[in-house]
C-alpha cells in the first residue's frame, strides 16, 4: 500500500517556473514505476512524465518534454515534477501515481495503482 501527497502546485506567470513534489508513505516505494498525470477542466487526464525505480530512466509526453524533468529520492520516498517555461495549456490539476505492476514507464493511466489527490497548477498569459 502506497498513499500518495502532493505540493507545490500555485498561480504563475507564462515563462515561469513550478516544482511539484510527491511524497509517499510505505516501505517498498523504490519498488515502483512513478508518474506525474495532469487534468485541464473538460479534458480528459492525461500522461505527463514517468521515471524507472532507480531513476535512470524517464519518459515525457511530447508537449512537455525539453520544459519538464521529473525525478526522484528514493531515501526520502519523494518524486519531482520541475515544469520550466511553463505555459497557459499547461493549466491543470497535477497527480502523481505509482505502477507497481510494471518494470518499465508506461502511460496507460489504468496501470497506475495508487493516486494522489492532485494538486492545482494555473498558469496565467
Known amino acids: 500500500q502506497v498513499q500518495l501527497v502532493e505540493s507545490g502546485g500555485g498561480l504563475v506567470q507564462a515563462g515561469g517556473s513550478l516544482r511539484l513534489s510527491c511524497a509517499a508513505s510505505?516501505?517498498?516505494?523504490?519498488?515502483?514505476?512513478m508518474g506525474w498525470f495532469r487534468q485541464a477542466p473538460g479534458k480528459e487526464r492525461e500522461f505527463v512524465a514517468g521515471?524507472?525505480?532507480?531513476?535512470?530512466?524517464?519518459y515525457y509526453a511530447d508537449s512537455v518534454k525539453g520544459r519538464f524533468t521529473i525525478s526522484r529520492d528514493n531515501a526520502k520516498k519523494t518524486v519531482y515534477l520541475q515544469m520550466n517555461s511553463l505555459k497557459p495549456e499547461d493549466t491543470a490539476v497535477y497527480y502523481c501515481?505509482?505502477?507497481?505492476?510494471?518494470?518499465?514507464?508506461?502511460?496507460?493511466?489504468?496501470?497506475?495503482?495508487?493516486w494522489g489527490q492532485g494538486t492545482q497548477v494555473t498558469v496565467s498569459s
Open positions: 510505505g516501505r517498498t516505494f523504490s519498488g515502483y514505476v
Open positions: 521515471i524507472s525505480y532507480s531513476g535512470a530512466y524517464t
Open positions: 501515481a505509482a505502477d507497481g505492476r510494471d518494470r518499465v514507464v508506461v502511460t496507460t493511466e489504468s496501470r497506475y495503482d495508487y
